[in-house]
């Protein structure tokens, strides 16, 4: 038996965009073009000049090791919530209908206000769960989960930029974005496990766009256009960057939602820390806020709220039996 293959990536599939000029207004344009150029093509990037400090970084990193590593009655405090909020353990997800579950573990959180209180307004939203064993990781946790939303809203003026479109498009309804963060936890994958057992198996991302932060032990697999796997090889300095389905859909396929996979061969644990960035629950997602009113949709409107619970209802075993609106792909 063996681990499922990938090619090494070529540097020109997946380019490193340094968004310095972006974020301080000197050559936005430029930057734009570069960002919209990227995600109509790989669907992924590496960003080079994000501003995320490496001390906070190393920090969250640090306090999430101490959660995973704590015996399971430690995260078994904080099990995941119905809203989506705390620990998911391994075999608790799977990313692609009919595959083997996930090896990952997750630990969730999202947004809260100062006072640390959470909107009980969607049923993918809910109040955070930080675990008494681990009490740095909460205010680290968050300030990460702002630093990777700033991200996020740069890339999304970009992207709108690039599109000739007012720059707060894809952003203009966050007031309480429905963003999920979570450190993602793999073990060390044994050879013996086979080509059809995954980190986290062959998916698309859900939602409008992912900001993700690799250590240095890599195992990130991107599927070509032409249906090859190469490896998204860690680069020092940066972030990953990913489409999801939600700006694909809202674009019309224009930004190219990818899929990818992570296979860990390296005998190492592996930790990530990943933004999935989303808007309001209420956000429409319409192709005619892109195109205009005479666009003929080649998919109906749908809010992100409604598009993420029945996602999240086909992706997470412990949400099977929720009734999720009917959507249509």
Not at 47 to 75: C, M, N, P, W
Not at 100 to 129: I, M
Not at 197 to 226: E, M
């Amino acid at each position: 038996m063996t681990y499922a293959s990938a090619n090494t990536v070529s540097e020109d599939l997946i380019p490193v965009v340094d968004i310095t000029a972006l974020r301080d207004g000197t050559r936005r344009e430029a930057v734009a073009q570069d960002l919209l150029s990227a995600s109509r093509n790989a669907g992924f990037l590496y960003v080079a000049g994000h501003g995320v400090s490496q001390d906070l970084i190393d920090a969250v990193r640090t306090q999430a090791y101490a959660f995973f590593r704590a015996e399971e009655a430690v995260k078994q405090t904080v099990k995941v919530s119905q809203n989506h909020r705390g620990w998911i353990g391994c075999g608790g997800a799977r990313m692609l209908d009919g595959a083997k579950t996930d090896l990952k573990e997750s630990f969730v959180w999202g947004y809260q206000d100062k006072n640390g209180s959470t909107p009980a307004d969607h049923e993918l939203r809910g109040p955070n769960q930080w675990p008494a064993a681990v009490p740095a990781l909460q205010d680290l946790a968050m300030r990460y989960f702002w630093e990777a939303d700033r991200v996020a809203r740069q890339l999304l003026e970009g992207f709108a930029i690039g599109l000739n479109l007012a720059p707060d498009l894809f952003h203009r309804t966050c007031q309480v974005p429905l963003s999920r963060a979570s450190c993602v936890w793999y073990p060390p994958q044994s050879e013996t496990l086979g080509e059809d057992t995954f980190g986290v198996g062959p998916h698309t991302d859900f939602g409008v766009l992912t900001i993700l932060c690799q250590d240095d032990v890599g195992g990130l697999q991107v599927q070509t256009a032409g249906g090859d796997w190469v490896e998204a090889r860690p680069i020092e300095g940066t972030l990953v960057v990913n489409v999801g389905d939600l700006l694909d859909r809202w674009t019309n396929g224009l930004c190219k939602s990818t899929p990818h996979r992570v296979v860990n061969r390296s005998g190492r644990e592996r930790l990530s820390l990943v933004l999935a960035f989303d808007p309001d629950p209420d956000t429409p997602i319409d192709q005619k806020d892109v195109f205009g009113p005479d666009h003929e949709p080649t998919a109906p409107g749908i809010t992100c709220g409604d598009y993420l619970v029945w996602r999240f209802g086909k992706a997470f075993g412990y949400r099977r039996g929720t009734d999720a609106p009917k959507v249509d792909e």
